[in-house]
């Protein structure tokens, strides 16, 4: 097509090239990089994986230990108690108080040393007899069961008149109640270490009848121990 020569020839603006986005090119040594940093981070991993399941089966272990090394206290049962001649208004003048008990090491592994052993006898929160080494020290090994038996009388008794008829009331209302306690400095022994030494106590609230006997349901009774 040719142009008029009345016409001046029209020129369009070629457009400029715009931004493109060009393709970076990493090299080798980009890519070593990125491999090395792969593989500090699964080797991180799997170390804190590591450790974190050895202390899970550390804590396990500990634990187990400390249940089956941990000392049990010892078990007080109360079998007999007797006050004799509660029936009778003068019976105060020969005043007895007998008892029977046990003291049970309940441990597999763990053995109790007794420094020593004392033995009282209260009514209404009142000291009316007391026994100053009840038993000398002694050994206890697991699983292992001591009887804990005395009386009250005399000297180790402390019942007057006054005292020997609030009996005699309670009893006429059917039961009277008396605290009968041990206490003993301890020792546990476990294999070749001994701990530190414990003041312990054993309560044992006992129901007696109008025959002076213990009443069955104090009979057999577990008594409460504590430590001080």
Known sequence: MHNSPDRLPIQ?????????????????????????????????????????????????????????????????????????????????????????????????DIGIYYDSMDGSAYYKDQRIGSISGLLPPFYQGPKNTTIVAGSFTGATLTVNSQRWMEFINDRSRGTVVFRLEFSATIRFRIQSWDSKRHRMHANCDVYVGQDGLILPVSKDRRCPVYFT
Do not use: D
């Not at 941990?70 to 078990?75: G, N, Q």
């Open 12 to 108: 369009y603006p070629t457009p400029e090239p715009g931004p493109q986005r060009m393709k970076r090119q990493h090299t080798p040594r980009y890519y070593a990089h990125r491999v090395r940093e792969s593989l500090t981070t699964r080797v991180s991993k799997l170390f804190c994986t590591i450790f974190l399941g050895l202390l899970l089966i550390l804590g396990m272990v500990a634990f187990i230990l400390w249940l089956s090394l941990r000392p049990h206290r010892p078990r007080f049962h109360i079998h007999a108690f007797t006050v004799p001649g509660l029936n009778q208004e003068t019976g105060f003048e020969n005043a007895v108080i007998t008892f029977n008990a046990t003291a049970r090491n309940a441990n597999h």
